[in-house]
């Protein structure tokens, strides 16, 4: 199982991130406390296309993430992805292009680490855009990602939380295979978190 480390640059950012603002059921948390992801239920990945027009489906097996309430109320996400646990679904040729340098470069950067800007706690039963930084192969960039209203009154713990962030590979040096896959990478997440009641 990966360990759940933050490198100390991005702990001093207070500035990142995608994931999702998992809102009413953590009003009530104290601040300085935190919860855990439920990764068994939630789901990252993300789809992007071959330039002969085929869509790849990509899925992280494993990660950890926490939401965070800061002294102020506001809430904060924090994930760290494994890199060498994508996988291209139903594809062994792809999922090996995608761990190696060209791409992901799991060897030498072995974690996706996402933390998000403070935002409102009402964010995911509103939904609206969440920004923050995403550091991808060491290279650090501030993304915006959309988060869909919710459909129920604890969102993240008795419906998922939904959101999806559109990247460009060739800003995270991920340019080698330019000749086969398209640019754009369009990141999902179903989220659940563990209830603390």
């Not at 789901?43 to 489906?57: C, K």
């Not at 935002?119 to 930084?133: C, F, K, S």
Request: hydrophobic share 45%; with cysteine; glycine share 8%.
């Amino acid at each position: 199982m990966m360990q759940f480390v933050f490198v100390p640059l991005l702990r001093r950012l207070v500035a990142a991130g995608l994931l999702c603002a998992v809102a009413p059921a953590w009003a009530a948390m104290e601040p300085g406390s935190a919860s855990s992801m439920d990764i068994a239920r939630s789901e990252i990945g993300f789809s992007l296309r071959t330039r002969w027009g085929q869509e790849l489906v990509g899925r992280f097996g494993d990660w950890q993430g926490e939401i965070a309430v800061l002294p102020d109320g506001r809430h904060q996400v924090r994930l760290a992805l494994a890199a060498d646990s994508v996988e291209i679904v139903g594809s062994r040729v792809y999922t090996r292009i995608t761990r190696g340098p060209g791409v992901f470069d799991v060897k030498r950067f072995p974690q996706i680490l996402f933390v998000s800007d403070p935002y409102p706690a009402n964010l995911a039963r509103e939904g609206g855009e969440m920004t923050g930084v995403l550091s991808i192969r060491g290279v650090q960039r501030r993304e915006a990602f959309r988060i869909a209203a919710s459909e129920c009154e604890r969102p993240a713990f008795d419906c998922d939380v939904t959101g999806t962030g559109d990247v460009r590979r060739s800003q995270y040096a991920m340019d080698r295979w330019d000749y086969a896959l398209a640019d754009q990478v369009r990141f999902s997440l179903r989220i659940r978190a563990l209830d603390q009641r």
